[in-house]
């Protein structure tokens, strides 16, 4: 090699060394961030814009949860679906603009279950919406999960929004009465829907009913009681097409779809909840319109097909909304 060369090599090659050692070590010393994305996700639904909303995850213990299976058999769906106990859990809500109503389809659990939850107002604001702007609530049930974003200490999160529920839900959750007779470790679900349902009561803005019907233009409530004494769901339809929101009437993919007879520790009626399940998804299957679950996997939107005596749940392909 000629001298100029050499001497150029001699003083290139330890820079090159030099910065690749400096490039390394600052990749190797960014922090894990830890964070995800905006929680929010839109389709279409005829004239409808649906927009599912994360509240966060929590983990479950489910093979401790769930009943009229055993541990091991929960155990084994999990691993089935390349899951294990504790499962970490979705929790979603749902916002539908009608084009003349925005309506929130349950709330979330707000400041009740700790730093992993509690994420829908952020995300609904990410999502390009204000609390301000909601005019209904519909109610799926008053589990904590569900209403425990309503309010923020005693203020109205939504204070411009009508909330609805079955009124067998609210003289159920809303009673010292029944509070009083429960077991100690469900004393807290009653609290629960006192804190965040009462300040809608007492501000004049609730309003219950009692049998299937329109809430808006487009929004009906359909009963589906088992897994409370009003548990509802909530139908949505616009030009031909059709979603159900289904609240718990499933809480584990990877167990209840392959055998919805399993029911869970939360069900006040666990028969009258597997019936509900199996309707639900007997219908779904046969008519195969879109549902919706609070505790699917985020973004939780999807139809099912019937696969022996179960059923399996394909999810809405990612698509930007036309």
Known sequence: MPPFLLAAARRVVPLLAALSLAATTAHAAAPQLKTQAPGWYRIMLGDFEITALSDGTLELPVDQLLTNTTPAKTREALARAFQKAPVETSVNAYLVNTGTKLVLVDAGTGGLFGPTLGKLVANLKAAGYQPEQVDDIVITHMHAD???????????????????????????????????????????????????????????????????????????????????????????????????????????????????????????????????????????????????????????IGRLRSQGAGFVFVPVPYAVPR
Do not use: C
């Open 146 to 300: 569900h209403v425990g974003g309503l309010v923020n200490g005693d203020q109205l999160v939504f204070p411009n929004a009508t909330l609805h529920a079955d009124q067998r839900d609210a003289d159920y959750w809303l009673s010292a009465a029944n509070m009083e007779k429960a077991p100690e470790d469900a004393k807290g679900f009653f609290k629960g829907a006192m804190a965040s349902v009462g300040p809608y009561v007492k501000a004049g803005k609730f309003k219950s009913f009692t049998d299937d019907g329109e809430i808006v233009p487009g929004v009906r409530a359909r009963t589906a009681r088992g897994h409370t004494p009003g548990h509802s769901t909530y139908v949505v339809e616009s030009r031909g097409q059709k979603l159900v929101f289904w609240g718990d009437l499933m809480h584990v993919a990877a167990v209840q779809f392959p055998d919805p007879a399993v029911t869970i520790r939360f069900d006040v009626d666990p028969r009258a909840a597997a019936v509900q399940r199996k309707r639900a998804y007997a219908e779904a299957a046969k008519e195969g319109y879109l549902v919706a679950g609070a505790h699917l996997a985020f973004p939780g």
